[in-house]
């Protein structure tokens, strides 16, 4: 069965700290491995679809990377309106559900 | 172009009642998926059609249906509602059969069953 962990749980940033989140997924044929935002009471945002180890995306202050056991969200200089919970998920080859971890939350403090 | 959409936005049912949970995908896209949303976890894959047809059930009971009509748009439907049934369901448009395919998530209708 597919697995998805992610962490930490949540973590509290000054304006301008970077840090980076992770997601360690086990999965019979990476399909694809997703990264989404979510604010509260909201539906998730697409950030980014990652599909082979060593492949790279970034947008804005937002760099995703993925190895064939976990993938990296890296955050640089983050703003408060970077607060939010990132969610991974991945999707296994002849299964058509994304698989989820239950997130990080994000707080960064002005 | 519009996103994808989801109506009610909120809705307050009792023990024992019917639902039917609404969505549109975007223009375009011929799937969708229903996720269910607990209060901090993540969502949990529910059904997932594509051209009228289910190409995926989730570890659901069967109270739980769904069903696409031919304009793409979509019903999910939960019948003797339970407390534990109180949850954001989503909808997720997806274009299938393109190689860079992604799961675009509406709005989601929050649920509380009393």
């Known amino acids: 069965e597919d697995q998805v962990t992610q962490s930490p749980e949540a973590l509290r940033l000054q304006e301008g700290e970077s840090s980076s989140l992770n997601c360690s997924y086990t999965?019979?044929?990476?399909?694809?491995l997703f990264w989404y935002r979510q604010d509260p009471g909201k539906g998730p945002e697409f950030l980014f679809t990652l599909y082979s180890a060593g492949e790279e995306k970034e947008k804005e202050r937002l760099k995703a990377t993925l190895t064939k056991k976990e993938s990296f969200l890296h955050i640089t200089a983050p703003k408060p309106e970077d607060s939010a919970t990132y969610l991974c998920?991945?999707?296994?080859?002849?299964?058509?559900?994304?698989?989820f971890g239950t997130g990080t939350r994000l707080t960064i403090i002005p | 172009d519009a996103g994808v959409t989801q109506s009610p936005t909120h809705l307050i049912k009792t023990r024992g009642q019917q639902v039917t949970l609404r969505c549109s995908p975007i223009s375009g896209h011929k799937s969708v998926s229903w996720y269910q949303q607990v209060l901090g976890q993540g969502p949990q894959f529910i059904f997932q059609y594509y051209e009228k047809e289910e190409r995926g059930r989730g570890n659901f009971p069967d109270r739980f249906s769904a069903r696409q009509f031919p304009n793409y748009s979509s019903e999910l439907n939960v019948n003797a509602l339970l407390l534990g049934d109180s949850a954001l369901y989503l909808c997720a448009s997806i274009q299938p059969g393109h190689i860079q395919e992604t799961q675009y998530f509406g709005p989601g209708t929050r649920l509380l069953v009393l």
């Open positions: 998920a991945v999707r296994a080859f002849g299964n058509e559900k994304l698989t």
């Open positions: 999965v019979s044929g990476l399909r694809g």
